[in-house]
T-cell receptor, first 111, second 114 residues
Framework: DQQVKQNSPSLSVQEGRISILNCDYTNSMFDYFLWYKKYPAEGPTFLISISSIKDKNEDGRFTVFLNKSAKHLSLHIVPSQPGDSAVYFCAASLATGKLIFGQGTTLQVKP | SQTIHQWPATLVQPVGSPLSLECTVEGTSNPNLYWYRQAAGRGLQLLFYSVGIGQISSEVPQNLSASRPQDRQFILSSKKLLLSDSGFYLC?????????????FGDGTRLSIL
């Protein structure tokens, strides 16, 4: 049972445009949501998170939106840069601190 | 600052051989520790987590085991590797007793079983 889903395996955008990465979840008990970025042969790096009591969190070029009624969150990157090209994982946290990860979306930002 | 070390970076092992992957964390005390596996084209699957020395929780039945002999040391082991154990193994830590804190990952071990 996949509790966290990233239905788009890949996304390609032009440099300077907006990248929107999507994530859906099924468990209403998740209390935090996180986005990680991963380069090949490296571990994931934490990007940004959002509490389930908020609907938006912004950090520089990165903004995460949470729609609890739809059980949907998204990561917006504006403007996109070639260095943003990586695999992005969304994750959901239970009160125990365990994270449930989505399958990942590969973002390619073209110069 | 806190750092996490994982080794080796890559490993090629024959089927049926034993395995030992080590992970250590510096700059923090009593961290929560985690082992994940990323199979080809898939997300990160939590294998084990530990909230203290000698305390190990297993998330999925499998051919692997984990141990935490010291506060900041986490070891992933197998007595006999299977082909299906191939993958990218990641160790992570998070502050103990906190909610919503991100986990921080090591650079992983690429394990290939022949």
């Amino acid at each position: 049972d996949q509790q966290v889903k990233q239905n788009s395996p890949s996304l390609s955008v032009q440099e300077g445009r907006i990248s929107i990465l999507n994530c859906d979840y099924t468990n209403s008990m998740f209390d935090y949501f996180l986005w990680y970025k991963k380069y090949p042969a490296e571990g994931p790096t934490f990007l940004i998170s959002i509490s389930s009591i908020k609907d938006k969190n912004e950090d520089g070029r990165f903004t995460v939106f949470l729609n609890k009624s739809a059980k949907h969150l998204s990561l917006h990157i504006v403007p996109s840069q070639p260095g943003d090209s990586a695999v992005y994982f969304c994750a959901a946290s239970l009160a125990t601190g365990k994270l449930i990860f989505g399958q990942g979306t590969t973002l390619q930002v073209k110069p | 600052s806190q750092t996490i070390h994982q080794w080796p970076a890559t490993l090629v092992q024959p089927v049926g051989s034993p395995l030992s992957l080590e992970c250590t964390v510096e700059g923090t005390s009593n961290p929560n520790l985690y082992w994940y596996r990323q199979a080809a084209g898939r997300g990160l699957q939590l294998l084990f987590y530990s909230v203290g020395i000698g305390q190990i929780s297993s998330e999925v039945p499998q051919n692997l085991s984990a141990s935490r002999p010291q506060d900041r040391q986490f070891i992933l082991s197998s007595k006999k590797l299977l082909l299906s154990d191939s993958g990218f193994y990641l160790c992570a830590w998070s502050p103990h007793g906190t909610v919503g804190q991100p986990q921080h990952f090591g650079d992983g071990t690429r394990l290939s079983i022949l």
